[in-house]
């Protein structure tokens, strides 16, 4: 099969090239998918950078997330079934395994490339925002990073959910399209300060963090008495100094995750959660995939780029 190797080199025109590479082949447990499309995520380049190595026994190649038909039965599915799927790795090739519990069906009416942009995305906002966050209903989330493929479902589930967004992005033109995607307060964070904001606004429940340390102490000062900081990035800087009597105050909560290292059975408890609870949503038209630009599999370096560059909003997905 043609797959996405990364050879050597830190920038993506030096170190992915489209090659020819052995089959994968299904351990017991898993699907064998034709992949459709795969999304592109951070983690994809920080991997390709040297960093964020895939799990034991997780392909060595890059891609996270695949939509496509199955071709080798397991589980619940049978062949010529339409997935998108979670993976530890191999999602940039024609052909991906996976354990079948980390499948989900395509949602009605998406094709898959709108698909292959939800796996990754969806779970990581689910576990980090729902569960790590605990938002309830009349809650407020305080979102950073509002157009990434996180954000941009992130705000679309909060809303669905029945909660308030403050929302921050970079550049006027990026926080209209927050708006535009239900956020109730959108923050151009380059020209306004989102403290003041916050504090307009009354305060914060929860926080979605991938920034870090320059955006730590404004969001301890906005959140409200028993909220949550949590993160999953820390593009900005990854130490934090805090003033622990301002915590104690708070009775807040900072934490954090990862999904990539999550065993198979945690992966597979959180895959029946987000089809339960989002998939619905997706369904009722209350959230759905935004993607930014599409590249064919053997132009990933320039997807890579472009992801990068920062310019987009919403997803960037390899086409297969």
Not at 16 to 25: A, I
Not at 78 to 104: F, I, K, M, N, P
Request: charged fraction near 20%.
């Amino acid at each position: 099969m043609k797959a996405i190797v990364v050879e050597g080199g830190k920038g993506p025109a030096e170190s992915l090239r489209l090659e020819e590479v052995p089959d994968p082949h299904p351990a017991a447990g898993q699907i064998l998918i034709a992949c459709r499309a795969a999304g592109v995520n951070r983690p994809d380049i920080i991997q390709r950078n040297g960093f964020y190595p895939p799990p034991p026994g997780a392909p060595s190649t890059l891609g996270l997330e695949v939509a496509g038909q199955v071709v080798h039965a397991a589980g619940r599915w049978r062949e010529g079934d339409r997935v998108c799927a979670l993976l530890g790795g191999g999602g940039y090739a024609e052909l991906a395994t996976c354990d079948s519990r980390h499948a989900l069906p395509i949602p009605r009416g998406l094709d898959f490339v709108q698909a292959a942009s939800l796996p990754e995305t969806v779970f990581t906002v689910y576990a980090n925002v729902f569960e790590g966050g605990s938002l309830k209903e009349g809650e407020t989330l305080l979102l950073h990073g509002a157009t990434s493929g996180i954000g941009v479902v992130a705000i679309q589930m909060a809303k669905a959910a029945g909660a308030r967004v403050i929302a921050t992005s970079r550049g006027r033109e990026k926080a209209d399209q927050a708006r535009s995607l239900g956020a109730d307060v959108s923050v151009d964070a380059v020209a306004e300060d989102f403290e003041a904001a916050a504090r307009q606004a009354g305060g914060v429940d929860v926080v979605l963090d991938m920034v870090g340390a320059p955006y730590f102490a404004k969001n301890l000062a906005v959140l409200k008495t028993g909220g949550r900081i949590v993160y999953i990035a820390a593009q900005g800087g990854g130490t934090l100094e805090l003033q622990i009597g301002a915590l104690m105050q708070k009775r807040g909560v900072i934490t954090g995750s990862t999904l990539r290292p999550r065993s198979a059975d945690e992966k597979a408890r959180l895959a029946a959660e987000v089809e339960r609870v989002v998939w619905p949503w997706i369904g009722a038209g209350k959230v759905r995939p935004i993607v930014d630009r599409t590249f064919p599999l053997a132009e990933a370096a320039e997807a890579h780029a472009w992801l990068e560059g920062g310019a987009h909003v919403g997803k960037v997905v390899l086409t297969i």
